[in-house]
């Protein structure tokens, strides 16, 4: 029994749910999301509320019935509320600024790292050395997100680069005393 995909999901006042073959269209006040889902799900909405159904109890039914709801619920999230990634930047010198829609970043390398936003994406600057990356679509924010972060993770030793609000980076102890004990 899939616990996921047996939760309902609470369609918030002004949510649409339209599902046309494999085409499931979510709009709500912050935009229009489409994704295509699997087929054999289907989709019953009754008193505000969406639920996912499978047809039968094969694993594979099991499997894609957690992941359309999943898929549904981040979709009706999105277009009420939206994403968001926090994301900071560790290091002397290092740090970001907007120009326009653009985001110019300086992170040690001899030239400006600059970066559009990609549709649907919103790029925000707080201070110089935080990024707040936005959008009503959960997986575009998240690659947008890792994107940035792969100009200059954050490296073991001193910690400088970008990383994510929150992120743990491990730690390296350097060279230290390697002769024994002087």
């Known amino acids: 029994m899939s616990r996921v995909g047996n939760r309902l999901i609470p369609l918030p006042t002004g949510v649409k749910v339209v599902k ?12 229009t999301l489409q994704r295509v889902l699997p087929e054999e799900m289907s989709l019953e909405e009754e008193n505000g509320v969406l639920k996912v159904l499978r047809p039968s109890d094969e694993s594979r039914h099991k499997a894609l019935h957690g992941l359309t709801r ?3 619920a981040n979709m009706v999230i999105g277009v009420t509320d939206g994403f968001r990634k926090e ?16 985001l110019v970043m300086q992170l040690g390398y ?7 936003p990609a549709p649907g994406i919103t790029f925000e600057v707080v201070g110089n ?3 707040v990356v936005s959008g009503i ?8 997100a890792a994107e940035l972060r792969a100009w200059r993770p954050p490296e073991p030793y001193k910690g400088k680069g970008l990383r994510y609000i ?3 980076v491990a730690r390296k102890a350097g060279k230290g005393t390697a002769k024994g004990g002087r």
């Open 166 to 168: 929150g992120e743990v």
């Open 20 to 31: 046309a073959g494999a085409q499931v269209t979510v709009t709500g006040p912050k935009g």
């Open 110 to 116: 001899s030239h400006p790292v600059e970066v559009d």
């Open 129 to 131: 050395n935080r990024v």
């Open 70 to 72: 999943a898929l549904l």
């Open 87 to 102: 994301m900071e930047i560790i290091g002397v010198g290092y740090r970001a600024q907007m120009n326009g829609a653009k």
């Open 137 to 144: 679509d959960k997986e575009q924010v998240g690659q947008s």
